[in-house]
């Protein structure tokens, strides 16, 4: 089991970046596919981007190719999300996700086992 803690969220003018921060607890982390997905009020949960256990694969959604980079360290048990050129349709409450999980579909919630509690992003216009 792991327990995910996220960091880093805030308000920003459109334009600008931030970086978010997963913390994992336990000493498995390397073993778990991670993820950032993130859900606006009255909107389902939307896929940001996902990453492979040894950090060689990484995939976007589309809304954020080209702005948001994931990256992991695992020998510090986390998980990085680098969102620049921010916009104002960013804005929503970002989660990051865990699965040891293989052959399945990491664009989907309904792969993942373990959530953090979210942070809350606002990017101002």
């Known amino acids: 089991q792991v327990q995910l803690v996220e960091s880093g969220g805030g308000l920003v003018q459109a334009g600008g970046s931030l970086r978010l921060s997963c913390a994992a607890s336990?000493?498995?982390?390397?073993?778990?596919?991670m993820g950032w997905f993130r859900q606006a009020p009255g909107k389902e949960r939307e896929f940001v981007a996902t990453?492979?256990?040894?950090?060689?694969?990484?995939y976007n959604g589309d809304s954020v190719k080209g702005r948001f980079t994931i990256s992991r360290d695992n020998a510090k048990n986390t998980v990085y999300l680098q969102m620049n050129s921010l916009k104002p349709a960013d804005t929503a409450v970002y989660y990051c996700?865990?699965?040891?999980?293989?052959?399945?579909?990491?664009?989907?919630?309904?792969?993942?086992?373990?959530w953090g509690q979210g942070t809350q992003v606002t990017v101002s216009s």
């Open positions: 990453i492979s256990r040894s950090g060689e694969i990484t």
């Open positions: 996700a865990a699965t040891q999980n293989i052959y399945v579909d990491y664009l989907s919630p309904s792969a993942y086992d373990y």
């Open positions: 336990g000493r498995t982390f390397s073993r778990y596919f």
